[in-house]
């Protein structure tokens, strides 16, 4: 047999089963293994165990019905954002002060003159009419901080007496 | 051919994916000397076998909670440590030191290597231990895909199938390696028995 072929390559080849480590290697290897693990585990920082011990719970869970976690809370945060904006934007609720007092306003007949001896007012009534409306007003100031005006009227702008 | 079995370490896998650290410990103690024989095929080296198998262990140990059983412990334990193997002899290149040469007294009581020093002549006998160091010395010149390859086939006995699927190549694609690598031994060896005193 001057050539190795492929049978003779292969007895050969198994005899390197029997190539082992020296004695009592596979006896003290768990120790060695056990060891080194506590090496490492002492070698770590905190921040790296405690996100190690996090992965592990997390591939724990099923992961696959987690997926759709982070798609929700996002859907979550746009939704809080959108509304916090909306509330934002939205004018408050006009309080109107007064501050004047209100104009009393008597009915006056056309003809009628006034004088000492005419028959007693009839009771005041009193008129409080804003110079514009509230929505005028909210139009005209969105973007600025809002701002209110007097829904009473000083006297002397009301309109003057017709005699 | 290739039906769906149960794992035999099913049950330990599930115990480690548990919390239970010895039902990982008796995996560790089954699949040490085989993977010892995989690795130590493939690095030549007792010391680098043995730190590459501490880490393979720590790796599997920290992977394991993952492990969903798709394959064998046993594929997916060595597909670790060839990947890992792989790995490491990329980056030591071709700074190693022979150790496999001596042939462990073990061997001496094999049938098969008794057979063939039976009846030989001390002068043959020698031969037979240079064979050794020179079929040691022909796997180390193999790259190490072919290394491995050889290594799981010929030393471990794995069949074409388990090897493609540790691997993640073809079974043609192991094949082809496994013809390429014997043609290779068989080179370097004929030149050995062409000129046996080199």
New interface residues.
């Given amino acids: 047999m ?5 049978r003779e ?14 004695p009592g ?2 006896e003290n ?2 120790h ?2 056990h060891r ?2 506590r090496d ?1 585990l002492l070698r770590q920082p905190i921040w790296r165990m405690c996100l ?1 011990r996090a992965h ?1 719970f997390m ?2 869970l099923d992961v696959r019905s987690l997926t759709s976690y982070p798609a929700a809370v996002a859907a979550v945060l746009v939704c809080a954002a959108v509304i916090s904006l909306k509330i934002y934007q939205q004018p408050e609720t006009a309080r109107v002060a007064l501050q004047s007092p209100p104009a009393i306003s008597t009915p006056v007949s056309a003809g009628e003159e006034w004088n000492l001896a005419s028959p007693p007012v009839a009771p005041p009534i009193l008129r409080m009419q804003p110079v514009r409306s509230f929505h005028e007003s909210a139009q005209t100031h969105r973007a600025a901080p809002p701002r209110y005006v007097l829904d009473s009227v000083p006297v002397s702008y009301e309109p003057t007496f017709r005699f | 051919m290739d039906q769906p079995r149960t794992d035999p370490d099913q049950e330990l896998v599930k115990r480690t994916q548990a919390g239970d650290a010895a039902a990982f410990d008796e995996l560790v103690i089954k699949y040490t000397p085989r993977l010892y024989g995989l690795v130590y095929n493939m690095t030549s080296n007792h010391e680098d076998t043995n730190d590459l198998l501490q880490d393979i262990f720590a790796k599997a140990y920290k992977a394991i909670r993952g492990f969903q059983g798709k394959s064998s412990f046993y594929t997916w334990i060595h597909s670790i440590a060839v990947n890992m193997t792989l790995n490491f002899l990329k980056k030591r290149g071709r700074r190693f030191q022979l150790s496999l040469d001596d042939v462990d007294a073990s061997i001496q009581n094999d049938r098969e290597f008794m057979e063939a020093t039976a009846t030989s002549s001390p002068v043959r006998e020698a031969d037979l231990s240079e064979l050794q160091r020179r079929l040691n010395e022909a796997m180390m010149k193999l790259s190490e895909d072919h290394r491995a390859v050889v290594t799981m086939f010929h030393i471990q006995g794995m069949p074409h199938a388990e090897i493609s699927k540790i691997l993640r190549v073809s079974e043609g694609t192991v094949r082809s390696r496994l013809f390429y690598a014997n043609r290779q031994l068989q080179n370097y060896l004929d030149e050995f028995r062409k000129n046996p005193v080199s």
């Fill in positions: 001057d050539e190795f072929d492929d390559i292969a007895r050969l080849l198994r005899l390197k089963r029997y190539e082992q480590p020296p290697y596979f290897f768990l060695e293994f080194r693990q490492e190690e592990a591939l724990g």
